[in-house]
Nanobody, 125 residues
Framework: VQLQASGGGLVQTGGSLTLSCAAS????????VGWFRQAPGSEREFVAG????????YYADSVKGRFTISRNSAKNTVYLQMYSLKPEDTAAYYC???????????????????WGQGTQVTVSS
């Protein structure tokens, strides 16, 4: 399975973007899919996660109320809708999946076993 993140770009403060994470390859039935981000000189941090049933989501406090994660299981795609973007949201955004049994939504990057490449989001002030 390969994950392909897309949708990044340059946007002004207060703007919006929608990122997509599409899975390809063998049958994709993850337990959880999450979005992480990493700014230059910073550690990779959890942004949002969703279990594949779609019944459970979790957000970092820094994005709660501004970002929405969703998935389309028929398209093997997870989305991250980002609104009211701030300069501090500038980072490379990565999607990742947990493909083994897992209870809840993990917040640590090391708990995810499949990663896509990053897509850059830049928010100008």
């Amino acid at each position: 399975v390969q994950l392909q993140a897309s949708g990044g770009g340059l946007v002004q403060t207060g703007g919006s973007l929608t990122l997509s994470c599409a899975a390809s390859g063998e049958s994709f039935s993850p337990t959880v899919v999450g979005w992480f981000r990493q700014a230059p000189g910073s550690e990779r941090e959890f942004v949002a996660g969703i279990n594949w049933s779609g019944r459970s989501t979790y957000y970092a406090d820094s994005v709660k109320g501004r970002f929405t994660i969703s998935r389309n299981s028929a398209k093997n795609t997870v989305y991250l809708q980002m609104y009211s973007l701030k300069p501090e949201d500038t980072a490379a955004y990565y999607c990742a999946a947990v493909r083994r049994i897992w209870i809840g939504i993990p917040l640590k990057s090391q708990d995810y076993d499949t990663w896509g490449q990053g897509t850059q989001v830049t928010v100008s002030s």
